[in-house]
């Protein structure tokens, strides 16, 4: 079956870096559409960061251009989410997401499969 599986938070200092991972199975990587979706308590799921299936292409949301990165590796069904100069505000639990149709939504509705998430935490 279909399977998402993110891994890599954890709790950092302010100014800190952690390198998010998602493994994928159960279906073709290659052909779809990732992104990153992050979640803070009482808050709507917001877009993070998506990439092309051929890693040609990326976006970012505005409160994370220049921090955040966004990569894949489809020969290791992986994507991957580089976080640099972390703050409290990116404290959230993150998903990816895979999206067979949609290319650089912003849209978690676009998005047909979600891993189970990973909780960052930025605190002194």
């Known amino acids: 079956q279909v399977q998402l599986v993110e891994s890599g938070g954890g709790l950092v200092q302010p100014g800190g870096s952690l390198r998010l991972s998602c493994a994928a199975s159960g279906f073709t990587f290659s052909r779809y559409y990732m992104g990153w979706f992050r979640q803070a308590p009482g808050k709507e799921r917001l877009f993070v960061a998506t990439?092309?299936?051929?890693?040609?292409?990326?976006l970012y949301a505005d409160a994370v251009k220049g921090r955040f990165t966004i990569s894949r590796d489809n020969a290791k069904n992986t994507v991957y989410l580089q976080m640099n100069s972390l703050k409290p505000e990116d404290t959230a639990v993150y998903y990816c997401a895979a999206s067979r149709d949609y290319s650089r939504s912003i849209y978690p509705g676009d998005y047909d499969y979600w891993g189970q998430g990973t909780q960052v935490t930025v605190s002194s």
């Open positions: 990439i092309t299936s051929t890693a040609g292409s990326t």
